[in-house]
């Protein structure tokens, strides 16, 4: 049977718990992604207390990551998702997502509604990537790819 959490404070405390064990054992999230045979994206959300696995995938990520049998159950059930309480994000990472988004959400907004119509994009039929490149000027830049299922408005 398929459970739902109205509370975030338990997957939220088993993400503390997680991360925690995930250091001790000195593994990567691609590590514990691959026990499961899903992508190291929905894995670390999910870990993170924004994505229910499926049974087979949290029990291995329980396992893994030497946690018990409710911790499986809880990593099955459906989360209260997000995780910026409280308006603007303070860490510096999650800040500068936010910034792009200050900048460039209008223009996405403006690009997707021209060449899609009026409708959202996904963040439940979506895949997240993040790759690290090389930068031709020296360094290196990171790329990330927001890939959702665009959702057109209907009219009732």
Do not use: C
């Not at 739902?4 to 000195?26: H, N, W």
């Not at 119509?117 to 895949?127: C, E, L, M, P």
């Amino acid at each position: 049977m398929v459970h739902s959490q109205f509370d975030p404070t338990a997957r939220q405390t088993l993400a503390i718990v997680a991360v925690d064990a995930k250091m001790r054992k000195d593994l990567s999230w691609q590590q514990i992604a691959d026990v499961t045979g899903l992508s190291v994206a929905f894995v670390t959300a999910a870990v993170l207390g924004q994505h229910p696995l499926p049974e087979a995938a949290a029990v291995a990520v329980a396992e893994i990551l030497g946690l018990d049998d409710d911790a499986a159950l809880l990593l099955q059930t459906i989360p209260t998702r997000g995780s910026i309480p409280g308006g603007i994000p303070t860490d510096p990472t999650i800040y500068r997502f936010y910034e792009m988004l200050q900048v460039y959400g209008t223009t996405l907004k403006a690009l997707v509604h021209e060449q899609f119509g009026d409708g959202i994009i996904s963040a439940i039929n979506f895949k997240l990537d993040v790759q690290k490149v090389a930068d031709p000027d020296g360094g290196e830049r990171a790329v990330i790819t927001l890939d959702g299922k665009y959702l057109p408005t209907k009219p009732f």
